[in-house]
């Protein structure tokens, strides 16, 4: 471990008042899923992945990260900043003009640490499958990671791309669902029901694991176990469980703060429940 | 008019696929994907010499795009292929934000482009992908005119940093560009000098714009012909030198006239040079099946249309 729990859980709550207050200062962009995710991104950055922070594109012999879901970039961007990616102040310029911290991730603007402009959903998985072909070429054994909001499985692309790694063996890819069961219009199971992922994901080929991705021991562990299971064949898949809007007692498992900033007043209640650990940018 | 003969007939997708396999052989970084077309892209010889460096992606075309944009973080150069409709209309989102908006080094080819694609119909018949394709930005579009062009503009854009879309197509049509010729992207070729009109074509259009320019030579009139190959970065320099000797312009392509070769010389035209145009194109409307020949007819893109199009504009200059 290079981290105890303990201080991982600080960095996520680091993390979720950046988020917070990202979206607070905009009165724009995703606070929901960020939150959610906040523990895995944690998890990931600062535990799991073998990174280098001094950004290359290439990123040779280093495991590499796709967002597929691109909206929760305040999490993401606020995890690239705190693990030195770029100077955490950089945070306060999300979604305004003449940003690197576009409202979705983007390479357009060189913000390092992002590979691929994601967005326009179901696309982050085939370029984490292309990413990792071109490891295997390269005889480059380190690993590459994918996150996928579950409302994004219902674009086809995405099982394109479930077919296509278990068939060609693409065993350095650990993809993670985040399966929060909400999205935009509603709970999934509403909208438009995801089924029973495990058995759809295990019958397309993969190699499912399942976790707590709001449990920070939890996702360590389900991480480090899904990196023990590539290069034996088949791609792994980690259905990770989240409540959108963790750790703030009113948005907590709803729909509603997928894509609404908090005001004021709410923000401020927010941000009474989560410690500032590392100091807000 | 300068003589262009030739000795044999090919069709362009085998000058891509003979492109490909020659890039293979030169960089190593070179892979190439493949939406369940191999046959009909011509990739044979790639995949016999360089299997690790092909992926079959099955007919999941928006997953090819995305596996492309992947494959070029590592250092690998994709070619993908498939029909043009599929490497375009059908993936304009992936292509869009995984590999235009996300800058990456995807060489998208496209054979059967438009309406001499024949038999299969319009469903298969693209001719909307230029003006798709150049409205990206960073995107490069190159539409060669023969199997020779068509492999050296593979292996052009092979040395090119960034997003290209190469267009190709089916039919078996004249090979009268050199063997050895050096392509180059953005850079016009000039078929043959003339004074009284100036006939720019792209595709399979350049050669039946020769085969107009002798039709016009034998009614007096002296055209130059120049091959736009690369409609993006468009050789504006090129055009507007001819255009002022000659003052008119017919601009010919197997494409909608929307969006096309044409609307991009008017564009620059009409913000530099006012000059009369006529446009030999598809007039806005989808394809139907019927061979080659018949449809290059009946849409009017024959070298007869081309002759009528340059009579016509220059009457126009008044």
């Known amino acids: 471990m290079k981290h105890t729990i303990s201080e991982l859980e600080d960095i996520a709550s680091q993390v979720r008042r950046d ?16 939150l959610g995710c906040a523990d895995f991104f944690t998890a990931l950055y600062f535990e799991v992945l073998n990174h280098n922070p001094e950004f290359d594109m290439d990123g040779k012999n280093e495991d590499l990260f796709f967002l597929s879901n691109g909206h929760i970039s305040p999490v993401w961007y606020s995890v690239l900043a705190r693990a030195g990616y770029f100077e955490v102040s950089e945070l306060s310029t999300f979604r305004k003009l003449d940003s690197r911290l576009q409202g979705h991730p983007t390479t357009h603007e060189h913000l390092p640490g992002v590979r691929i402009a994601s967005g326009s959903l179901g696309q982050g998985l085939s370029v984490a499958i292309g990413a990792a072909l071109a490891k295997k070429i390269n005889g480059d054994h380190s690993l590459v990671y994918a996150l996928l909001g579950d409302g994004e499985l219902q674009e086809g692309q995405n099982w394109e791309a479930f077919m296509f790694a278990p068939h060609n063996k693409v065993d350095n890819v650990i993809a993670t669902i985040d399966y929060n069961g909400q999205q935009i219009d509603g709970p999934t199971e ?16 993969w190699h499912v694991i399942t976790s707590d991705g709001n449990d920070m021991e939890g996702i360590v562990k389900a991480l480090h176990y899904a990196k023990s299971l590539t290069g034996k064949g088949k791609p792994i898949l980690n259905l990770m469980s989240t409540q959108m809007g963790y750790g703030v007692d009113f948005m907590v498992g709803t729909h509603k703060w997928h894509g609404s900033a908090p005001n004021d007043a709410q923000l401020e209640s927010a941000l009474s429940q989560i410690k500032e650990t590392a100091g807000d940018y | 008019m300068k003589k262009y003969t030739y000795t044999d007939k090919k069709d362009t997708r085998s000058g891509f696929g003979a492109g490909l396999h020659e890039a293979g052989k030169r960089n190593e970084n070179v892979v190439a994907l493949c939406a369940d077309l191999v046959g009909s892209l011509k990739m044979d010889a790639f995949i016999k010499d360089f299997p690790e460096r092909f992926f079959q992606i099955g007919i999941a075309e928006a997953n090819m795009m995305g596996i492309a ?31 235009a908006y996300s800058g990456k080094n995807v060489k998208i080819c496209a054979s059967h482009a438009g309406l001499t694609l024949g038999e299969d119909g319009a469903t298969h018949q693209i001719l909307e992908d230029i003006g798709l394709m ?9 539409n060669p005119c023969d199997y020779n062009q068509t492999k050296a503009a593979t292996l052009a854009i092979m ?32 078929v043959n000098e003339g004074k009284d009109v100036t006939i720019v074509a792209t595709g399979h259009m350049v050669w039946r ?57 008017a564009r620059f035209l009409t913000t530099t040079y006012l000059a009369p145009q006529e446009f030999v194109a598809v007039n806005d409307s989808f394809g139907e099946s019927a061979t080659p020949d018949q449809l290059m007819t009946k849409y009017k893109l024959d070298p007869s249309d081309i002759v009528a199009a340059a009579q016509k504009v220059i009457a126009r200059k008044g």
């Not at chain 1, 988020?19 to 960020?34: D, E, F, K, N, T």
């Not at chain 2, 150049?134 to 579009?141: C, D, E, Y």
């Not at chain 2, 879309?165 to 992207?185: A, C, N, S």
């Not at chain 2, 085969?211 to 468009?234: F, M, S, V, W, Y």
Request: aromatic share 6%.
């Open chain 1, 190 to 205: 509403k909208v438009l029901s995801l089924e029973n992922l495990q058995a759809k994901f295990e019958a397309f080929g």
């Open chain 2, 159 to 190: 040395e090119h940093e960034g997003p290209v879309y190469l267009r190709f197509g089916r039919p078996v049509i004249p090979v009268f560009t050199p063997e050895d010729q050096k392509f180059e992207i953005g850079k016009a070729w000039m």
């Open chain 2, 209 to 265: 714009a020769i085969q107009a320019g002798e039709e016009l030579e034998k009614l007096g009139i002296d055209a130059e012909i120049i091959n736009i190959h690369t409609i993006k970065p468009l050789d504006e320099e090129a055009i507007l030198k001819s255009v002022q000797k000659t003052g008119c312009i017919v601009t010919c392509e197997e494409h909608n006239k929307l969006g096309g070769l044409g609307e991009s010389v």
């Open chain 1, 19 to 34: 988020i917070l207050r990202m979206v607070h200062a905009v009165q724009s962009g995703h606070p929901g899923a960020s």
């Open chain 2, 69 to 99: 944009a992947g494959l070029t973080i590592g250092g690998k150069i994709p070619f993908t292929g498939t029909f043009a409709n599929f490497s375009t209309g059908r993936v304009y989102d992936q292509i869009r934000q995984s590999i």
């Open chain 2, 134 to 142: 150049k409205m990206l930005p960073g995107m490069t579009v190159i």
